[in-house]
């Protein structure tokens, strides 16, 4: 098993731009989740698939951010202007039903500048 | 609205000592599943362990065991005989149960431990 994978690693982008960031969760999971990780706010949820269905978007903070899942494999969260706030370390997740677990992707690091 | 506080903001100790990490959650379910994730200095999200609401037994993982309290909502976790490669930044989670699927994780604001050779 690969684990959930994420793309790019890292990206750097300027202010006003698109970031397109990807996951591709683990086969047969059920759920994905999409968090931020930053020094102020910590680790938040900014929104979750249930069968590529979104089911809680409320942490999603502003229009600017889009998140979708096409398909059972694959995920996209998109920034759409960015803005130096919104650098971060963006995590993906997937997970079976029943809370069975949760495993994250290794991040994309985004810097806006 | 679910909360998880982890007090101790960095803790450091000497190679071979105990820690202890504290954890104290808020929910209004009865069912809901707690966590324990390690971050190390290389980034990623490390999952440690898993207990339900249901079930109270501590337990012991190596040198990791965990200490679930209902009475207290609690959920600590101690490190025994600590090593350089233990120093990360911990986080503890909470997960609530809605409509019997799963649902989002609610993370502490984590500990850096920091264990010194």
């Known amino acids: 098993d690969a684990g959930v994978i994420q793309s790019p690693r890292h990206e750097v982008t300027e202010m006003g731009q698109e970031v397109t960031l990807r996951c591709k969760p683990i086969?047969?999971?059920?759920?994905l989740f999409w968090y931020r990780q930053t020094m102020m706010r910590g680790l938040e949820l900014l929104i979750y698939?249930?069968?590529?269905?979104?089911?809680?978007d409320s942490g999603m903070p502003e229009d600017r951010f889009s998140a979708k899942m096409p398909n059972a494999s694959f995920s996209t969260l998109k920034i759409q202007p960015s803005e130096p706030r919104d650098s971060a370390v963006y995590f993906c997740?997937?997970?079976?039903?029943?809370?069975?677990?949760?495993?994250f992707g290794s991040g994309t690091r985004l810097t806006v500048v | 609205a679910q909360k998880v506080t982890q007090a101790q903001t960095e803790i450091s100790v000497v190679e071979k000592e105990d820690v202890t990490l504290d954890c104290v959650y808020e929910?209004?379910?009865?069912?809901?599943?707690l966590f324990w994730y390690k971050q190390p200095p290389s980034g990623e999200l490390v999952f440690l362990i898993r207990?339900?609401?249901?079930?109270?037994q501590n337990e012991i993982s190596g040198r990791y065991s965990w200490n679930f309290q209902k009475s207290t909502s609690s959920f600590n976790f101690t490190i025994t005989a600590s090593q350089v490669v233990d120093s990360a930044v911990y986080f503890c989670?909470?997960?609530?149960?809605?409509?019997?699927?799963?649902?989002?994780?609610?993370f502490g604001k984590g500990t850096h431990l920091i264990i010194q050779p």
């Open positions: 997740a997937s997970s079976r039903q029943s809370n069975y677990g949760y495993t």
């Open positions: 086969s047969g999971h059920d759920y």
């Open positions: 698939f249930n069968n590529n269905v979104p089911i809680d």
């Open positions: 929910t209004r379910d009865t069912t809901y599943y």
């Open positions: 207990r339900n609401s249901f079930d109270e």
């Open positions: 989670a909470l997960s609530e149960v809605s409509g019997g699927g799963a649902d989002g994780l609610t």
